[in-house]
């Protein structure tokens, strides 16, 4: 794990992140778990690497709000984090999509961040309501986009999974899979991050909403929620989306294209 004080003064947005009147309350650190990579959310590939990111900073803003000294970063499982398997955090910010069926086994913070479902494919690949169905498709397990797959679009081939992002990525660069589904936001960067390989042809509305993850029945829960709430009132949430996550993009999520399943 990484210690990261919570200076806040990174990149000049000391003004949205100052919160003096919670800083240093000598509580020591509050543990933080991801799974990596994310770019524009985490940027890094393990602990020791993170520099910056949408989720990373807003991990800091939060321990900053709740009178911490600082955060301890992890590197955890996907799968473990959303089954509710995942140990030794207070709070895990993951790109994860609230559900019934998880909050079942972990507890739910208020939501930070909106998405629907991408198309990730090899520029140059078709993927509209034609054939959407007779492709093949690549997904992570444990995610929505695998059970919106599953209930929604119904492909005549079974979908390839994998259990990180990265390897989804790496089948559709060799030609395993036509296409990856995951949220818009992280196929986008994908897609900006490959030089060219890789474009987003649509996506498909779901109206999904990002939560911090807390192990169930965590006495953080109230007071994490209202830090979430205070920093989206504040502006510091828009501020970090337009820092971290608009140049990770690089277009303008609303004008990828609907696709109807």
Do not use: H
């Amino acid at each position: 794990m990484r210690k990261v004080l919570v200076a806040l003064c990174a990149l000049g947005l000391v003004g949205a992140f100052a919160l003096p009147a919670s800083a240093g309350g000598g509580k020591g650190d509050l543990k933080v778990a991801t799974s990596l990579p994310a770019p524009g959310f985490w940027n890094g590939d393990t602990p020791d690497t993170l520099d910056g990111g949408f989720e990373y900073e807003l991990a800091a803003a939060i321990a900053d709000q709740l009178g911490y000294d600082g955060v301890d970063y992890s590197n955890v499982s996907f799968d473990a984090l959303v089954a509710g398997k995942a140990k030794g955090f207070d709070l895990a910010l993951s790109q994860v999509t609230i559900t019934k069926e998880r909050a079942e086994v972990v507890g739910f913070t208020t939501p930070y961040f909106s998405s629907d479902q991408g198309v990730l494919v090899k520029t140059g690949t078709t993927v509209d309501d034609s054939n959407l169905k007779d492709i093949q498709w690549g997904v992570q397990t444990a995610t929505t986009a695998q059970t919106y797959l599953k209930k929604e679009v119904k492909p005549t081939k079974k979908p390839r999974s994998y259990q990180e992002t990265t390897q989804a990525f790496a089948a559709l660069q060799a030609g395993q899979v036509d296409a990856v589904m995951l949220d818009t936001s992280i196929v986008l960067a994908q897609a900006t991050a490959s030089d060219g390989e890789f474009e987003v042809v649509g996506q498909f509305e779901v109206g999904e909403e990002y939560g911090g993850i807390l192990p169930k029945g965590s006495k953080l829960r109230k007071s994490v929620n209202k830090a979430i709430k205070a920093l989206i009132a504040d502006g510091t949430v828009d501020t970090l989306r337009e820092t971290w996550l608009v140049p990770e993009y690089g277009q303008d999520p609303g004008s990828v294209p609907y696709l109807e399943a």
